[in-house]
Nanobody, 114 residues
Framework: VQLQASGGGLVQPGGSLRLSCTTS????????LAWYRQTPGKQRELVAG???????TYGDSVKGRFTISRSRSANMLYLQMNSLQPEDTAVYYC?????????WGQGTQVTVSS
């Protein structure tokens, strides 16, 4: 399974970005899909996760600002990020789970700065 994340970049505080993750298998074929982020010296943390049944979990720091979604027709996983703050600066990774195996994308850098 191949995952490819994109959509990162430089944005000012208060701005928005949408991250995309394309998969080599249908997004509805996975048990679980998620976005994580990581900053230097810190552990990778969960930003948002979605079960195949549609149950969604958000990290406390992004609740009300970020939205995870998926598109069957586009075969994509998305992360809409609004009201971005400097503390959201990180490398963002998409992850999928199929059976006992985790699959990770390569990461996309998000920088929030004025």
């Amino acid at each position: 399974v191949q995952l490819q994340a994109s959509g990162g970049g430089l944005v000012q505080p208060g701005g928005s970005l949408r991250l995309s993750c394309t998969t080599s298998r249908g997004v509805f074929s996975f048990n679980y899909l998620a976005w994580y982020r990581q900053t230097p010296g810190k552990q990778r943390e969960l930003v948002a996760g979605m079960t195949n049944g549609g149950s969604i979990t958000y990290g406390d720091s992004v609740k009300g600002r970020f939205t995870i979604s998926r598109s069957r027709s586009a075969n994509m996983l998305y992360l809409q990020m609004n009201s971005l703050q400097p503390e959201d600066t990180a490398v963002y990774y998409c992850k999928t789970v199929r059976g006992p195996i985790d699959y990770w994308g390569q990461g996309t850098q998000v920088t929030v700065s004025s």
